[in-house]
């Protein structure tokens, strides 16, 4: 059964990401959080996923650590900018994606809504790995997936459960 | 059909300058400035300006606009120039209020509206030439928009591009390229391009 996170520990861990990114030297900003919408601070507002996507790669080249949080919507309407950016393109991006409307008593791959059953569906698809934040103690796997989209130079996905507190 | 025979694209300036022209001239002046070309400007680019600060948006047309605009969150101390189209701005028309929202100061935005999407054909984008991009810019918020006509008035105003405080959108009223990426294929992969300018970028 998934338990909502809370936003503390996402953000805890997002900054625990950036001083590792950076080798523990200190930085203004630490990090970067392109989100569609806007819900961080330290974070740029981008009106669309694509956008979002090509943001990051300039980030990525010019040194700057960053995160992605998107919707599963947000995905599907980006998914051609993910394949040129992260996949063809060979950037590391590391994507939160919310699932709004998941049921709580279902898998996602069996939810009556569209959005959030098909959404690791597309992710396998497109060979982009990733996990199910489903509770508190699966914060870690927001660092692991970090690091695995810069070891593998392409995109990597935690997906959020439930809905923050 | 042939550019120019469509009745809707009666706002087609008479005298477009050549989009070539502007590109030598951006160089001769560009300093260490980081430029994003896309589309038919990327081939005559990579002539002009081979192995450079310089990276092509290529793989995901319409994104150079918010590729620029992380290329100048990144670097705040160096100028970025982006190369747009209309038609790609027009794939990512939120860009203008993403990127007037950021207020980065060095980034210059530059369209090279020719009214048409020319590498698949040159069809008429939607509106054709009559889009008035200066206006989106300014609603969305840059601190200056405005467009260009005639090569004095560029060659007038080139220093501007490098030193205005941004986001700057100019709208350049140019024709068709010589070259597009289907009749001239060829240069860097992107992704190599990325780890190039990341070197050169992060030492």
Redo the contacts between chains.
């Keep these: 059964m998934p338990e909502s996170v809370p936003a503390s520990l996402i953000l805890d861990a997002y900054k625990e990401i950036f001083r590792e990114a950076r080798g523990g030297r200190p930085s203004e900003p630490l990090g ?1 959080v392109l989100s569609v919408p806007d819900t961080h601070q330290k974070s ?5 996923e ?15 650590p960053c995160i992605l949080m998107i919707q599963h919507a947000g995905l599907y309407a980006s998914i ?2 993910l ?3 992260a996949i ?4 590391p991006i590391f994507y939160m994606i919310g699932l709004l409307q998941r049921e709580r008593d279902k898998d996602p791959r069996d939810s009556r809504h569209s959005m959030v059953r098909w959404c690791e569906p597309l992710l396998d698809t497109f060979g982009v790995p990733h996990a199910r934040l489903e509770g508190p103690d699966d914060v870690h796997l927001i660092a692991k997936y970090f690091k695995l989209s810069r070891e593998r ?1 392409g995109p990597a996905a935690v997906l959020v459960g439930l809905e923050t507190m | 059909m042939k550019r120019g025979d469509d009745p809707r694209r009666a706002a087609e300036p008479v005298t477009a300058m050549k989009p070539e022209e502007l590109l030598k001239l951006i160089a001769g002046a560009r300093g260490d400035a980081i430029c994003v070309p896309t589309m038919t400007t990327a081939p005559e680019w990579r002539d002009i300006a081979p192995d450079d600060l310089s ?1 092509s ?1 290529v ?2 047309m ?14 705040p101390k160096r100028r970025v120039i982006v190369f747009d189209g209309d038609g790609s701005l027009l ?2 028309l ?2 203008l ?2 990127i007037a ?2 207020g980065p100061r060095n980034l210059t935005h530059l369209l090279f509206k020719n009214g048409v999407y020319h590498t698949s054909g040159a069809q008429n984008i939607p509106g054709g030439f009559d889009v008035d991009f200066v206006l989106m810019a300014k609603g969305a918020g840059y601190r200056t928009a405005y467009a260009i006509h005639e090569i004095d008035e560029f060659k007038r105003r080139l220093p501007s591009l490098f030193r205005d405080e941004g986001p700057l959108f100019v709208e350049l009223h140019t024709g068709l390229a010589d070259k597009t990426p289907m009749t001239a294929r060829g240069g860097t992969p ?2 190599d391009q ?1 780890d190039h ?2 070197k050169k ?2 030492g």
């Design positions: 970067w740029v507002l981008a009106a669309t694509d956008e979002a996507n090509a943001i990051a790669a300039g980030l990525w080249i010019g040194g700057e051609n900018t394949r040129g950016v063809d393109g060979k950037v130079r | 990276i948006c793989g995901f319409g994104g150079a606009s918010s590729l620029g605009l992380g290329l100048a969150l990144a670097n794939m990512q939120g860009s209020a993403t929202g950021a992107f992704p990325v300018l990341r970028l992060t």
